[in-house]
């Protein structure tokens, strides 16, 4: 079957017909979306505080006019003229990169330069569009960006590590829709151990048994599912599906059992504060002072990379998820390298569980993963099942999240039910705009069965 | 064929034998009362506890007979009303808004029982039939005043669950108490909100709390289950003084002072729920029945609404005193909220009651 279509596909004569569908591409439908965007700026700053406007209540320069104050520390802040910097930015910026984007292309190297000029105007806006939004929004006020982006990145945590083991499950060709179900049971396994030890072993120690059973139990998880969806070859989704359903049950019985009872305090994880680097300003506060599950991302992150890529372990796993018969042939034992990448997936995403009762609240509630596992393998998709794409993916969906929140806190004038919306928002534009065709590993979902 | 006839006559005999029961029961006094709790136990902090609480007591006062059954999925609230029923019981209690339209039905085909429901309010009343609605408003009154004379930057803060009406009350309670600071006692004090949609999501509650350290705010409430107490509990540990909700969070989130930050609990701003369900089983069983319109109003007036002390925190004799003016006055009613305990939205000014009828009239009217 699989082999069939790769055929074909080669085959495929290839036949250069022009329609106006053609003409429709990424760049042009992003070209429209920042020329409407720059026209919103400029149109909704000079109405709302222009010089006819209503400026009560809103802080003003001594020119009189509004200002938005960007603040990073106790000490570095930064005024910024509301008005003048979004007209100059819409028209500048989104008008005009959108105008020259949708022009049409001279044949030769000038069209391709214009092309090229046109990709990076774009993705210099999409950049752009973070600090617009909160300087429109925070226009005749003041807020605080560092943490804005802090609290993304802590956010970002469980989405990332969620993406991660979804990476090491399906780039072996197992498809891995249990991961919420697999940091649910470790979020409730670990915090079940570190109360049950609590009283007998000092807390710092108990809170890291329990990170320690976190992963364990999400390893068992993980067992369970290769289990049945490698040696038993059931279908990979209903197997998964099981699993995020047992574990509800599961933690939420230990909840009732152990927790609501135990007198434990909610301890977390200890802060650490990285010597010389955290006191880098801004980018210190934002990756140099975090709890250890965060740092623990990005060691992950970095491994999962190499490991995948640079070694022969990766190399293995990215044949047997793209062609298992061809890599049984060379020796290869596909089973096994599939056993032990889903075991994988799961001891990281247990880890990514404990962030959840270990490192930020010190407590379990029922359900309190909150589909961020899902939401992990949507940006392991964004990041097209590679480590450093996925990491983007959680970073703007937890940046997005935290956006939401903040619209709320600088009260703009929008229903809290819609900006709650944001992240999903973002998701389906993201994924429908920017990242296009997502192509798994090719035999991703498909049991092995040697032949 | 008589094998089955004798499966028809046990089986009368059996409907026969209850029948007796569930008539006797009606026509005698008011003597057994059965708590139906929601997805949860009768000893998990929350509201499941205090219904219960209320319950015994009221048990142990009137001399009655009781049971509990503690619900283990949504799918099985009217098969355990159904129980309580069978069993002959007088009085069913039901925690929780969710049961409100299983017990609805329960009491429309059982007016010979009495059914109380905590923490709602029906449009159709029903004289077996009553809701527990809280003046949530009132709690978050006193915990804005508290706020709002606590704080010294200026900026007061409160996260908040899903935007279902005793949080929304919560919420105008909590920025009308800032409003009414800033009116009456000097204070120049702005207050920041967010809704966060869940209830289970503490880290997203963490994070809404980070935001509002980093944007000034120096004192949080939270108001929204799980989700605001992981918001508080992340500000105590960063130093922000904090305000708990429902119960006194001393004792459930911080532990009895056992987790790090107890010394930033300021306050909670507190429902008790087991005053409400005491007060209804006492109406029936002294035969007043329940009130006319199936709503009983648990607030300051009934001891219903509370502000908890502050423990382990430091604050001002005088701020105290405030604290207790506010709530005698709440209490004899020279103070409004504001805050329409229907709607739950703001319908005046904080203050003494004669700037309020307008608005209410227009309302009920």
Redesign the interface.
Known sequence: MVSATTTARADAPIIETKTWRDSITRPRIFSVFFILIGLWMVLSVTSNYGADADLSGLDVNEAGRVITTL?FNATQSLTIDTVTYATVVGIVFYILGGVVGLLPRPAGELGQRLDRVTKYWLFVNGILFIPTIMIIAAAGNS??F???L??SM??AT?IVIGALSGIWAERSGVVNIAIEGMMLTGAGVGFVVFTLVAGTVPTSTGLWLGVLAAVLSGGFMAALHAWLSITFRTDQIVSGTVINIMALGLTSFLR?QVL??S??????LQQIRIPVLADIPILGEIFFNGKPIFYAMFILLIATHIILFYTRWGLRTRAVGENPHAADTLGINVLRNRWINVLISGLIAGLGGA??SLE????F????T?GRGFIGLAAMIFGKWMPFGAFGGGVLFGFS??LG??F??L?VNIP??FL?MTPFVVTMVVLAGLVGKATPPKADGIPYEKE | MPRKLVHVVMLLALVLSIVPVAVVSAQGDVSSVCLVTDVGRVNDGTFNQFAFDGMTRAVEDFNLDSTFIETQAPTDYESNIATCINEGFDIIVTVGFTLADATRAAAEANPDRWFIVVDTDFAEPLPNLVGLQFRDDQAGFMAGVLAALMSESGTVAGIYGIAIPPVVRFRHGYEQGVAYANATFGTDVEVLGVYIDDFQAPDRGASAAEQFIGEGADVIFGAGGPTGSGGILRASQEGIKVIGVDQDEYFTTFGGGETPGAENLISSAIKRVDIGVYDMIAAVVNGEGFPENSVHIVEAANQGIDIAPPHDADVPQEVLDILQMIKAQLESGELETGVDPNTAEIVAPPGPPAAVPEATEEVSG
């Open positions: 603040t807020t605080n560092t943490v804005l802090q609290t802590r956010l469980p009732r609501l009872s007198e434990a305090g909610r301890e977390t962030w959840f930020t609240n010190g407590s509630e029922d359900g309190m909150s999240d935290a929140l903040r709320q806190i009260n809290e039910q709650q």
